[in-house]
T-cell receptor, first 114, second 111 residues
Framework: DGGITQSPKYLFRKEGQNVTLSCEQN?????MYWYRQDPGQGLRLIYY?????DFQKGDIAEGYSVSREKKESFPLTVTSAQKNPTAFYLC????WGEGTGELFFGEGSRLTVL | DQQVKQNSPSLSVQEGRISILNCDYT??????FLWYKKYPAEGPTFLIS?????DKNEDGRFTVFLNKSAKHLSLHIVPSQPGDSAVYFC??????????FGEGTQLTVNP
């Protein structure tokens, strides 16, 4: 079954701690993305990667870091520098540079900072 | 610079009637437009798309209209059903590159 798997679905963190959200895809897509959704707001792009070992900052990259060591995996670390980390985080993948640009999303991870 | 805008944060319609969700864009390089549907605590799912060379695309109860001269697109749902209640995102891409999303419109279909 092809798709995107995010884990954990729910995560609680104390202030000052770093946390890493996992994202794995088996769609053989080159591009992967991390978005953040806050209540009443749209989808804001944090980071994206078009190819292994390369990634670009999105619109709200401050306080986040990523890595892309494998095509299938694009983990997101929410660092203690992120001022408002409580949010719903979405990972997505796509074919890059052709077609409609359609994104395939995971089920999301909800991070709550206590 | 908000290149894709959905000016209505919410829309409420009666079951069986038409729902019309609107979206405006500013970047004339966009060549594909997509609509996504999102339920709470789930990832968005793709609904329907349209190429910039077309002005209409239909899929069952869903139709997307594109007016390039006005840089405006709309999603029509008819007849609307309670299960259509969700947040709808408009998105646009330029030659298959990263999607740019609007802010979303919360649709509520009342029984």
């Amino acid at each position: 079954d092809g798709g995107i798997t995010q884990s954990p679905k729910y995560l609680f963190r104390k202030e000052g701690q770093n946390v890493t959200l996992s994202c794995e895809q088996n769609l053989n897509h080159d591009a992967m993305y991390w978005y953040r959704q806050d209540p009443g707001q749209g989808l804001r792009l944090i980071y994206y990667s078009q190819i292994v070992n390369d990634f670009q900052k999105g619109d709200i990259a401050e306080g986040y870091s990523v890595s892309r060591e494998k095509k299938e995996s694009f983990p997101l670390t929410v660092t203690s520098a992120q001022k408002n980390p409580t949010a719903f985080y979405l990972c997505a993948s796509s074919i890059w540079g052709e077609g409609t640009g359609e994104l395939f999303f995971g089920e999301g991870s909800r991070l709550t900072v206590l | 610079d908000q290149q894709v805008k959905q000016n209505s944060p919410s829309l409420s319609v009666q079951e069986g009637r038409i729902s019309i969700l609107n979206c405006d864009y500013t970047n004339s390089m966009f060549d594909y437009f997509l609509w996504y549907k999102k339920y709470p605590a789930e990832g968005p799912t793709f609904l329907i798309s349209i190429s910039s060379i077309k002005d209409k695309n239909e899929d069952g109860r869903f139709t997307v209209f594109l007016n390039k001269s006005a840089k405006h697109l709309s999603l029509h749902i008819v007849p609307s059903q309670p299960g259509d209640s969700a947040v709808y995102f408009c998105a646009a891409s330029d030659r298959g590159s990263r999607l740019t999303f609007g802010e979303g419109t919360q649709l509520t279909v009342n029984p």
